[in-house]
């Protein structure tokens, strides 16, 4: 069974910073690439980052470009995303996804499987 458990979320304040990880089992982690998408109250789900399935390759939204950061650590079949200078607007919750072979897609309906999502909530 495939398993996707995100988790890091948390309220901080404008400007400040949380790490989410996203622990995957269930398939062979290295032959994923995995994405980050995030959904705010009353809009579309929609990309943040992602990272290919090699690890050599990230791909960002410009809205977090120079702010978040992904990685991946295939000894440990987790995924990261470090989320530095926060705003208000990066409020929603987050969902990790997984690709087999994916080179970094920003489109969701190309992940197959879903986490079940952690609230991040960043005060002004």
């Known amino acids: 069974q495939v398993q996707l458990v995100d988790s890091g979320g948390g309220l901080v304040q404008a400007g400040g910073s949380l790490r989410l990880s996203c622990v995957i089992s269930?398939?062979?982690?290295?032959?994923?690439?995995v994405g980050w998408f995030r959904q705010a109250p009353g809009k579309e789900r929609e990309f943040v980052a992602a990272?290919?399935?090699?690890?050599?390759?990230?791909s960002y939204a410009d809205s977090v470009k120079g702010r978040f950061t992904m990685s991946r650590d295939n000894a440990k079949n987790t995924v990261y995303l470090q989320m530095n200078s926060l705003r208000p607007e990066d409020t929603a919750v987050y969902y990790c996804?997984?690709?087999?072979?994916?080179?970094?897609?920003?489109?969701?309906?190309?992940?197959?499987?879903w986490g079940q999502g952690t609230q991040v909530t960043v005060s002004s």
């Open positions: 996804a997984a690709q087999r072979l994916g080179i970094g897609s920003m489109r969701a309906d190309e992940y197959g499987y």
């Open positions: 269930g398939l062979t982690f290295t032959l994923y690439g």
């Open positions: 990272i290919s399935w090699r690890g050599g390759t990230t």
